[in-house]
């Protein structure tokens, strides 16, 4: 599904990502954790279409797409759920929603992909006339992966989906990840809560100063001694 081979990128004037090599197969949940700073959105970014590397190559299902367009990235199966939320505030739950399904392979579905995003999110559906802005954290959080999968995603990009949440709302957020996968999407997730990232993974990564400084099963991260002092800080 999705394949990252050499990329380099830079943020501002700082070398932000070094040769990063990570790969993410059909159906799978692959993880990337690391300490701040260490080039995890960047990574999100560049994949995304969002932040154009300097060199390496990105491939999501065979087809190269580094460098391209956003728009053009979501036209092959992609969407990000981006760090942050960031919906648009004023606007009501059913148009964040809808702008979600923008893209033409999308939009013909898009009655069908609102009900599955509502059964997914029930609070959703009673809130679909609301501003985003009256949403609490955690719904807008719904709001952000609803919107992203009105896309029709074959890919969905997590960038620190439990950020600034409640515990009980984290825990609701992860389920939603399992069935979001369980409908045959692949996932790659940036997430700071390690424990729980590495739970639902089926491939985990450690990015540290640009690098991937370890890559394995989620027990092989879980044991290793690199994500235990640079994440941890055990």
């Not at 004037?13 to 949940?29: F, H, K, T, Y």
């Not at 994949?47 to 990105?58: E, K, M, N, S, Y």
Request: proline share 4%; hydrophobic share 45%.
């Amino acid at each position: 599904m999705l394949e990252i081979r050499g990329l380099d990128a830079w943020y501002g004037d700082a070398r932000a990502l070094w040769g990063v090599d990570l790969d993410a197969g059909d159906g799978e949940i692959v993880c990337i954790v690391g300490p701040n700073g260490a080039g995890k959105s960047t990574l999100v970014h560049a994949v995304a279409g969002l932040h154009r590397p300097v060199g390496g190559r990105v491939a999501v299902g065979g087809v190269d797409l580094t460098g391209i367009p956003a728009h053009r990235v979501c036209d092959h199966g992609v969407a990000t759920v981006p760090e942050g939320r960031r919906v648009f505030a004023r606007m009501s739950v059913h148009d964040n929603l809808c702008l979600g399904a923008y893209r033409g392979g999308a939009r013909a579905g898009h009655r069908e992909t609102l009900a599955r995003v509502y059964g997914l999110f029930p609070r959703l559906r009673e809130r679909s006339a609301q501003a985003a802005a009256n949403l609490s954290g955690g719904e807008q959080q719904m709001l952000a992966i609803g919107r992203a999968l009105m896309a029709r995603p074959r890919l969905l990009l997590m960038d620190e989906p439990s950020l600034g949440l409640a515990p009980v709302v984290v825990e609701e957020v992860f389920e939603a990840i399992r069935a979001i996968n369980a409908q045959g999407v692949s996932v790659v997730l940036v997430e700071q809560d390690v424990e729980r990232a590495l739970a639902v993974a089926d491939r985990a990564y450690l990015l540290a100063e640009g690098r991937i400084a370890a890559g394995g099963t989620p027990a092989d991260l879980r044991d290793s001694a690199d994500v235990r002092r640079t994440v941890l800080g055990l």
